[in-house]
């Protein structure tokens, strides 16, 4: 199973990006999916997922009202739509698969089952 994000850049505070997630080699429409970012000497954390359906999502209450995670199963790919981005939003942003269900992306990083590289975020005050 292939991930590849892509949509990072420099924005300026308040303004938004979309990043997109294309997934390839398996069955998309099982996995669970997730964004996760690991800031500069900083752990890698848990910003959002969605189950297969894309009927429930999981925010962190850090991105919570300004992030929009969603999915289209029929073009493979997870969405992360941030707006009102905020210079502590920059970080390198991960994708990543599970298929233990949405609860497993609640757990953290340790929990998910494939990986994507990293697409960078930079938010400028």
């Known amino acids: 199973v292939q991930l590849q994000a892509c949509g990072g850049g420099l924005v300026q505070a308040g303004g938004s990006l979309r990043l997109s997630c294309a997934v390839s080699g398996g069955a998309f429409s099982s996995y669970a999916m997730g964004w996760f970012r690991q800031a500069p000497g900083k752990e890698r954390e848990v910003v959002a997922g969605?189950?297969?359906?894309?009927?429930?999502?999981h925010y962190s209450d850090s991105v919570k009202d300004r992030f929009t995670i969603y999915r289209d199963n029929a073009k493979n790919t997870v969405y992360l739509q941030m707006d009102s981005l905020k210079p502590e939003d920059t970080a390198d942003y991960y994708c990543?698969?599970?298929?233990?269900?949405?609860?497993?992306?609640?757990?953290?990083?340790?929990?998910?089952?494939?990986w994507g590289k990293g697409t960078q975020v930079t938010v400028s005050s």
């Open positions: 990543a698969a599970t298929l233990g269900g949405i609860y497993m992306i609640t757990l953290g990083t340790g929990s998910m089952d494939y």
């Open positions: 969605v189950n297969w359906s894309g009927l429930r999502t």
